[in-house]
Nanobody
Framework: QVQLVESGGGLVQAGGSLGLSCAAS????????MGWFRQAPGKEREFVAA????????NYADSVKGRFTISRDNAKNTLYLQMNSLKPEDTAVYYC?????????????????WGQGTQVTVSS
């Protein structure tokens, strides 16, 4: 079992920056591939970014490429998402997710564990 706890959400003006963290416990963090997803009101959960168990491989949704950066610190059992140049359309609840097999990447239903989410609101 893996427990994931997100933090760092909040209210920011358009063009600003925000950093999210996801603390993991319950399983060797370095053995998990990780991802960030988001869900806006009335919309389906969508992929944001993913990172392999070793920090070398990353993947981003086109909508955030060049603005968001996913990273991880395996020594601290923590996943990060640095969000720059935020837009009102980035407003959503952001979730981190863990994948035991390293194959889920952009597919939400293939992730095994989920955090409770943290709200990000970008004002125009």
């Amino acid at each position: 079992q893996v427990q994931l706890v997100e933090s760092g959400g909040g209210l920011v003006q358009a063009g600003g920056s925000l950093g999210l963290s996801c603390a993991a416990s319950g399983r060797t963090f370095s053995s998990l591939a990780m991802g960030w997803f988001r869900q806006a009101p009335g919309k389906e959960r969508e992929f944001v970014a993913a990172i392999s168990w070793s920090p070398g491989n990353t993947n981003y949704a086109d909508s955030v490429k060049g603005r968001f950066t996913i990273s991880r610190d395996n020594a601290k059992n923590t996943l990060y998402l640095q969000m720059n140049s935020l837009k009102p359309e980035d407003t959503a609840v952001y979730y981190c997710a863990a994948d035991r097999w390293g194959t889920a990447w952009t597919t939400a239903r293939e992730y095994d564990y989920w955090g409770q989410g943290t709200q990000v609101t970008v004002s125009s």
